[in-house]
């Protein structure tokens, strides 16, 4: 009876429809789950642009873990991270660094601006040497604010930025 | 909350009492009394270099400064390691001065090894012109000045003969502007 | 015969056509500011094989132009832009420049003003030295030493935040004495809290100190003699582990520390492993210090100075240090009489401490540059400025 049903005429109509079928079953749920897979184990670069690195490090510390969101500091190849937080001020020198840090991390790839020097230039705005935001040459995703933020407020960013790659769709 | 308040204490360089006792004791409620041991210091330059060349400018508790000319610099600084003991530099500044168009390079020397000079700070200054600065360097003197020197080259524009490196240290590579610490560079909106 | 004269007249001619250079052996690195080994700084070192034979740094990457910013605000509105070079060391940075400022402007500071702000330096001695150490072991490997002294710092934080409200930058002293007083209840905290540091400094001891692989990765490593170090002009912690016993608290007491009897810490192995310990050492002394403070506090009293709005004082100039977690901290102030200061300059220990590196990395190995760049207590951004 199979062999009735499938003949040259409407083998391609039935592929294509049996494609449609199966896209739109597992669309959500595996977008879900590489979804799930991405927010719990984004792991950012080791690159300390200023003082707000001291409330980052102590946001790994044993009493504000942050390990347990799954950020560890990746300390190898920055090929294998996905988040790139901008820890406080960033001067004219340092800006090309941190543009090729960024270009050089593969998709998907997240940024946190964090401190109010990285936000708008912050208490360092009319220096010679300082840039008046990051967002002028990344694309940046959660701004926390703070000067510096402690390391709750970092967390409840972290969280922030999981709930935005949760709506996020899955190219 | 007591009614009386404690009474508050007078200037810190009155505390001395665990340094070597040879050092005098030091007053500071009348200026006109200068300290002795600092005093000898720079009657010792004054007596070896005579005034022209060295110029007192302040004697205080723990802090002296005089004033040399910019071709002179390199033998009153050997004497002051040779002879008088500092031996590495705390700092080298400079100020710019455009009423008197003149930059201050001013070099604060201590000492380390010698225990009644180690509260001590020389300020050993020099003045050179704005536009045509430049000054024999001094790190085969005290080595310890080198990186200060190179900073103040790239801040103040003073170049420093001698010196093997007067290049840019703490400022970006692309930096195309006068040296930011000169009174004429203003910083944006201000 | 012949066809062997010709066979090692072929190998001679191949052999000189692939003759190394000087140049070519040498391999250029760049341990630049994204590394997980170098914090905000870069330098850049040439390698022979496992050797290092030039090194060359490059600072620069947090410059902030502090120093021009100052003139642009008056003696009071620099208190917390100063403070965010060594952002968790900001007490020390902040009272080198206040008692530089009182100088200038002839304010007296009330006794127990004077009192508290000691005790805020040695705290913050603690809390910066610990951080100095959790590093230190990440640097090598060892994560517990990074957990242990990031969560006890914790503790000192937590005392610290009760006394000025802020975590790190506490904006707490002010030319004239400190913001506020102690709460209550505060002096019995601070005495727990020491009696439980000092048994958690022989925990540290045991397991990081007496550690067979740490002491075979800096013993020996990074020699530093004591002539050198004076000719260098190194200061702090890396002047004290080469022998010379200077403390910028003993030799030119500022404050009330002359009131405070304690023992300058060093060593005369000139090593790496000396350079690690002697902030050890200090942070020991400094509990004692503490107690000592609590004790010879006055009950009660003003804790600052009045002040008029915008103080100012004649014309002049004035140079003031104070010995922080990475040595000797100096301020030149240049008062033309306005409330603005007219230059300030700046001379942190950081910046002294890094000519010992091109010096000490120049023939070591490779593998010995994470303890030998860290054990010279270089905070980059305050080099920076």
């Known amino acids: 009876m199979l062999k009735d049903l499938v003949n040259p005429t409407n083998f391609n109509l039935l592929v294509g ?148 790659i949760k709506r996020s769709k899955i190219r | 909350m007591s009614s009386d308040q404690s009474k508050p204490q007078t200037a810190p360089e009155q505390k001395k009492s665990n340094i070597d006792s040879t050092q005098s004791s030091i007053s500071k409620k009348t200026e006109s009394i200068t300290p002795e041991f ?153 | 015969m012949e066809n062997e004269q010709k066979f090692e007249e072929t190998i001679k001619m191949g052999l000189d056509i692939v003759k190394e250079t000087e140049e070519d052996r040498l391999m250029t690195l760049s341990v630049g500011p994204q590394h997980p080994g170098s914090g905000h700084f870069r330098f850049t070192i040439k390698v022979d094989g496992d050797y290092i034979v030039f090194c060359d740094p490059d600072p620069g990457y947090v410059h902030r132009g502090e120093e021009k910013m100052c003139e642009y605000r008056n003696f009071i509105q620099n208190i917390p832009h100063l403070e965010r070079p060594v952002i968790h060391d900001s007490t020390n940075i902040t009272y080198s420049y206040s008692l530089a400022v009182e100088e200038l402007t002839n304010i007296q500071v009330p006794l127990r003003g004077q009192y508290i702000r000691a005790l805020a330096s040695e705290l913050n001695r603690q809390v910066y030295t610990l951080y100095w150490l959790g590093i230190y072991g990440i640097f090598l490997g060892h994560s517990t030493m990074f957990m242990w002294p990031v969560g006890d710092r914790e503790l000192f934080i937590d005392l610290l ?60 490593v990074g020699i530093l003699k004591k002539e050198d170090a004076i000719k260098l002009g190194v200061t702090g912690s890396v002047l004290r582990a080469s022998g010379v016993p200077f403390d910028v608290r003993k030799a030119e007491p500022y404050d009330v520390y002359s009131e405070i009897d304690f023992k300058i810490q060093y060593m005369k192995s000139c090593d790496s492993f000396a350079r690690s310990t002697v902030p050890f050492l200090d942070m020991k002394e400094s509990c004692h210090i503490i107690r000592e403070l609590l004790d010879k506090m006055p009950q009660s009293g003003e804790v600052r100075a009045k002040l008029q709005p915008n103080p100012k004082g004649p014309a002049g100039e004035s140079y003031k240090r104070v010995e922080s977690g990475r040595g000797s901290l100096g301020y030149y102030i240049v008062s033309d009489g306005t409330p603005k200061p007219y230059r300030v300059k700046i001379s942190v220990g950081s910046f002294r401490n890094m000519l010992a590196l091109p010096f000490l990395l120049t023939g070591s190995k490779l593998a010995d540059m994470p303890s030998i760049y860290w054990s010279l207590n270089y905070w980059p951004v305050e080099a920076d400025r």
């Open chain 2, 38 to 190: 600092e005093g000898s210091l720079t009657n010792q330059l004054v007596t070896r270099f005579g005034d022209k060349i060295v110029k007192v400018i302040y004697v205080r508790p723990g802090r002296t400064k005089i004033l040399v000319p910019p071709n002179e610099i390199v033998q009153v600084a050997s004497f002051i390691r040779d002879s008088l003991g500092f031996d590495h530099a705390e700092s080298v500044s400079g100020t710019d001065y455009p009423n008197d168009n003149q930059i201050e390079v001013i070099y604060h020397l201590s000492s380390y090894s010698d225990e009644k000079l180690s509260s001590q700070i020389l300020a050993l200054s020099t003045r050179v012109d704005r536009n045509q600065s430049t000054i024999p360097t001094l790190i085969d003197i005290f080595k310890s000045a080198e990186y200060h020197e190179r900073e103040t080259f790239e801040m103040l524009g003073v170049y420093f003969e001698g010196h093997p490196r007067n290049e840019r240290f703490l400022l970006p590579e692309d930096w195309a502007d006068i040296p930011p610490l000169r009174k004429e560079f203003r910083i944006k909106g201000r």
């Open chain 3, 161 to 220: 935040e009760a006394l000025t409200g802020a975590r790190v930058t506490h904006a707490f002293n002010i030319p004239g004495g400190v913001r506020n007083d102690m709460p209550e209840g505060f002096k019995d905290r601070c005495l727990r809290q020491v009696a439980y540091f000092e048994k958690r400094l022989a925990e540290y001891e045991d397991i990081f100190y007496n550690n067979p692989l740490f002491r075979q990765r800096t013993e020996g």
């Open chain 1, 17 to 164: 429809k049996l494609g449609d079928v199966l896209t739109k079953a597992l669309d959500q749920p595996l977008g879900y789950a590489i979804n799930w897979g991405r927010i719990w184990s984004l792991w950012p670069v080791h690159l300390e642009t200023a003082c707000c690195s001291v409330e980052f490090g102590a946001a790994s510390g044993p009493r504000y873990d942050v390990e347990r969101f799954g950020i560890i500091e990746a300390f190898g190849s920055l090929r294998q991270c996905d988040l790139v937080v901008v820890q406080g001020t960033v001067t004219r020198k340092m800006a090309p660094r941190l543009r090729m840090v960024y270009d050089q991390m593969p998709d998907p790839k997240y940024v946190i601006a964090m401190g109010a020097c990285a936000i708008t230039g912050g208490l360092y705005i009319d220096s010679y040497n300082v840039l008046p935001g990051v967002d002028g040459i990344i694309p940046v995703d959660v701004y926390v604010p703070g000067c510096p933020p402690r390391p709750e407020t970092l967390i409840q960013g972290c969280m922030l930025l999981q709930e935005k």
